[in-house]
């Protein structure tokens, strides 16, 4: 019975937010199925710094709700509390709807809600292929450096360049094709070596307005400012 009053206030609580909020408000809200007990942190970085936003303590349910005045879509991460399980999201205005386990809070966690997130998603999973190919590269080097096979070593280390600039004018494509989304300038930041300013460039002029006025769209910007002048001096 108590469960089931619990539950009921919850899906209340949650209605009544979604049905009275305002456009620059982000609700989270979701299930870890097997958490009885404990604290969920709301985060974002504000000036390079982890800053809490919103926090909830659950007692006797999974389901949770939280909150965060967003001004435009950036990454934020759900801490649960007194462990080292965080799932890290990109954030936008609206609804963002989180499911996950307790045992495998951070590597299970489906997420739906924003464009950005199902990007980014997309883009880690072809991530992911070139770095498993990388690690077969790896393997093959190791074997030849043990068999002494000089022209194997040669021919896997040309292979591997050939990869990462692979990857990277993957990246960079990327982040051209989604000049809308504000994912293209956090690819672009996070993704790409300083050394590659030209790529950086590219990415940023092919940025819409409204990306080039946002969070990430601000910071490739004055990063790529930095950099030019720190190349001249």
């Known amino acids: 019975m108590m469960k089931k009053i619990i539950f009921l206030a919850f899906a209340f609580l949650v209605f009544y937010s979604c049905n009275n909020s305002d456009e620059n408000t982000m609700y989270v809200k979701g299930t870890i199925d097997g958490l009885k007990k404990g604290t969920l942190f709301l985060q974002k970085e504000i000036d390079s710094l982890l800053v809490t936003v919103d926090s909830i303590q659950l007692n006797g349910t999974s389901d ?42 951070d590597f299970k966690a489906k997420i739906s809600g924003s464009e950005n997130q199902d990007l980014l998603d997309g883009y880690t999973e072809m991530i992911r292929k070139f770095n498993n190919k990388n690690l077969d590269f790896i393997k093959e080097d190791l074997e030849a450096q043990i068999s002494g096979s000089q022209d194997s070593i040669i021919l896997i280390g040309n292979k591997q360049k050939r990869l990462l600039r692979t990857k990277y004018l993957y990246t960079v494509n990327f982040a051209i094709n989604n000049a809308s989304y504000e994912v293209a300038p956090y690819i672009a930041l996070t993704e790409i070596n300083v050394a590659n300013i030209q790529f950086l460039d590219t990415i940023n002029k092919s940025l819409t307005p409204e990306i080039k006025a946002s969070k990430y769209g601000k910071q490739l910007n004055e990063a790529i400012i930095k950099l030019k002048e720190n190349k001249i001096n």
Do not use: R
């Not at 965060?68 to 954030?91: C, H, M, R, V, W």
């Open 64 to 105: 949770f709700l939280l909150t965060a005045k967003i001004e435009s879509p950036e990454i934020y991460y759900l801490n649960l509390g007194k462990s080292d399980k965080t799932i890290t999201f990109f954030g936008e205005k609206d609804t963002i709807n989180i499911h996950t386990k307790l045992d495998q809070f």
